[in-house]
């Protein structure tokens, strides 16, 4: 590993050449540990939360009167007594492939772009948003395409045996575009999304330390918990009608879910608005809230618990 090498970015360097993810970057971690730190805190956050993800699934999939509009307890009532408790989980595979990988990616690029901008001002917060976009255009290009396996497995009387089964008959019958159908959705969603995420965990966490400098360092998990939890809340709730049509794209066709002549978002928005009324692009909305909630607060302190870990290794060499 390069000792020598500077603790700040130039601002040549936003991304490192295959040979430097040793190289020391700024917070005294390496590329790579930034993305061991997110992998981790990606796996625990929804692997923890998947059940809620599995009830808003439902709730926003398929179409009246076939699959008409229900509540958060109707929904949970429905899988566990039909499939038991197992059914919560149905899809967790895809999931597990998907999140990891995606969020070594959204943390390292968060985590550079984050030091490279910020130059003299590390609490700026359009900075942090800004990266925080930069972050899920790159990531969701990576989980995009087992979340639609995932939200298709999840899907009440899915037709699909598994993960594998159901990669290679949306292949055979869709073709490979159908893993990207919703992509644009996707990141028209988690721009603002992770815009309002990174920047209202960034305000929070700095807020909380110094509200109570003694007991509030950066290494608190209840800071880190905290924060996350609010931005979570916060992101989630104000892009719920994009999030409704991402999985009304990766579903569509399957399990009585309408199909729709293109990916539009707004043809989509229109066909949900005419179909359901406004209401209809909220379904989902407290599950959602739900999950991103606590699933900010697990991995935020995930992510920062293992960078710490790190840190700590690093400095005992």
Known sequence: MAAEAPAKFRSSDLLPAAGDLGVVQHDG???????????VAGLVEHTAM????????????????????????????????????????????????GAGPAHAVYFSVYELFKESLSRENPNNPAVHAASGVLATVASDAVFTP???????????????????????????EEGFRAFYASYKTTVIMNAPYTAVHFATYEAAKRALMEISP?????????????????????????TTPLDVVKTQLQCQGVCGCDRFASSSTSEVIRSIIRRDGYVGLMRGWKPRMLFHAPAAAICWSTYEATKSFFQKRNDQK
């Open 146 to 172: 087992m979340d639609t396996v995932k939200q298709r497995l999840q899907l009440k009387g899915s037709p699909y045996k598994g993960v594998i089964d159901c990669v290679s008959r949306l292949l055979r």
């Open 214 to 238: 003694e007991s509030a360092s950066d290494e608190r998990l209840v800071v880190h918990a905290t924060a996350g939890a609010a931005a979570g809340a916060l992101a989630a709730a104000v």
């Open 29 to 39: 971690l390496r590329f790579w540990q930034f993305m061991v730190a997110g992998s």
């Open 50 to 97: 998947f059940p809620v993800d599995t009830l808003k699934t439902r709730m926003q999939a398929g179409s009246p009167p076939c699959q008409p509009l229900v509540g958060l307890r109707q929904t949970l009532r429905a899988v566990v007594s039909a499939e038991g408790p197992l059914g919560l989980y149905r899809g967790v595979g895809a999931m597990s492939l």
